[in-house]
């Protein structure tokens, strides 16, 4: 399939989607920490994924995830 459209890409927006929606199954794999809340910019040029987490201690953090697809090599 070629991509038509980069801004964003339906692939990008995909799996963006996806990585969303596995907020419970990241969480189980990541040590000491627990995932609060995420939040989407998925129909945004290159979406982003922003995590925000509290660890052990009760301090926050924040993971952003930005998803780039890259042009197509035909």
């Not at 809340?37 to 993971?63: A, M, T």
């Amino acid at each position: 399939m070629k991509t038509k459209s980069y801004n964003p890409s339906q692939l990008e927006v995909e799996i963006a989607e996806a990585i969303s929606q596995l907020d419970r199954q990241i969480e189980a794999k990541i040590s000491a920490n627990k995932i609060i809340k995420i939040e989407n910019k998925i129909n945004q040029d290159n979406p982003l994924i922003r995590i925000y987490l509290l660890d052990q201690d009760g301090d926050p953090h924040e993971v952003v995830v930005k998803i780039i697809q890259t042009p197509d090599k035909f």
